[in-house]
């Protein structure tokens, strides 16, 4: 059985929208982010950087990172594209995802990742949020004309739902993404995402 290690409003948000709906049992581990429980030492063995998600396969081995996770879960239960120029094309992305928006998000969060000089924090924040907003209308666009990323539901749709609400939480205008937004909406009609955004208390 695979074990899912979460944060409430994380990144780890996808992965558990993806167990939801395979209907396939797992073990939700929720951890208090805000109370460190990810730097405890049982879970830095799992993790070593302390962060989530973290997955436990089914033999107890881990592993992290969502470039791994979310195309292992997608093809385990069968929302990954099969034929290989789709798979590119998911995985590239999943890359722009992981490698260009979620780091954006950590660099207005975080400030404190990437320098020392607490003057400069700001200047940062300002940039990181100014490109965030870029890469919102990039997904944006990526969503025109379309209902999912992928020709159908994939574990795509639930990594971008991360981060809507990201942007949506720090009160950014979100009424110009209308390809998003109703993307959005979309995944609010799921009855596997209705059940993660309860149980993680995400407002949207």
């Not at 879970?43 to 962060?51: A, C, N, Q």
């Not at 320098?115 to 209308?137: C, H, L, N, V």
């Not at 969503?143 to 009160?171: I, K, M, N, Q, T």
Request: charged share 25%; with cysteine.
């Amino acid at each position: 059985m695979l074990t899912l290690f979460y944060g409430p409003g994380a990144c780890s948000m996808a992965p558990h929208i993806v167990l939801e709906e395979s209907g396939e049992k797992y073990a939700p581990k929720k951890l208090d982010l805000a109370k460190g429980e990810q730097r405890t030492p049982e879970y830095l063995k799992i993790h070593p950087l302390g962060r989530v998600p973290a997955l436990l396969l089914d033999d107890g081995s881990p592993l992290t990172e969502n470039t791994a996770i979310l195309p292992y879960l997608g093809k385990r239960f069968g929302l990954w594209p099969a034929d290989p120029v789709k798979e590119a094309r998911a995985l590239s992305v999943i890359g722009f995802f992981a490698a260009t928006v979620h780091p954006a998000n950590g660099h207005i969060g975080r400030a404190e990742r990437y320098t020392d000089d607490k003057t400069a924090f700001p200047g940062i924040q300002a940039k990181a949020k100014s490109s965030y907003r870029e890469y919102m209308k990039r997904i944006d666009a990526l969503y025109a004309g379309r209902e999912w990323l992928a020709d159908s539901y994939s574990v795509l749709d639930p990594y971008a739902f991360v981060f809507y609400f990201w942007h949506a939480r720090r009160g950014e205008p979100v009424a110009e993404l209308k390809h998003y937004t109703a993307a959005r909406d979309r995944m609010l009609e799921r009855p596997a995402v209705q059940r993660v955004v309860a149980d993680e208390n995400v407002k949207l």
